[in-house]
């Protein structure tokens, strides 16, 4: 809580040693809560670039291959078409070569 709102550091000035054991409860609790709070951030920071990189990585991987894919098939067919286009325009040629002769 006190993190969120700015907080980056406390300094406890001497007298704890003094306090009653009620009040070094709360103080014990607070700075641990405190410390938990700070190492839970860190180590949230620290997983979330780890299994981002590691998401980013495989999903690279996955868009690739499906773009791969998409691509090599389109290619393919375009390829396919003019293939039968030219082929289909020659034979014709050929044969109206062919049957002007006969």
């Not at 641990?32 to 700070?38: K, Q």
């Not at 020659?90 to 002007?100: E, L």
Request: net charge positive.
């Amino acid at each position: 809580m006190l993190v969120e709102a700015g907080m980056e550091k406390i300094n406890f000035s001497g007298g704890e040693p003094f306090l009653q054991q009620v009040k070094q409860k709360y103080i014990n609790d607070f700075v641990t809560n405190l410390v938990t709070e700070i190492v839970t951030k860190i180590v949230t920071k620290i997983v979330t670039k780890i299994v981002t990189k590691i998401v980013t990585k495989i999903m690279t991987k996955i868009v690739t291959k499906i773009v791969t894919k998409i691509v090599t098939e389109i290619v393919t067919k375009i390829v396919k078409n003019l293939v039968t286009n030219i082929a289909t325009k020659f034979a014709t040629a050929i044969m109206t070569k062919i049957m002007t002769k006969l």
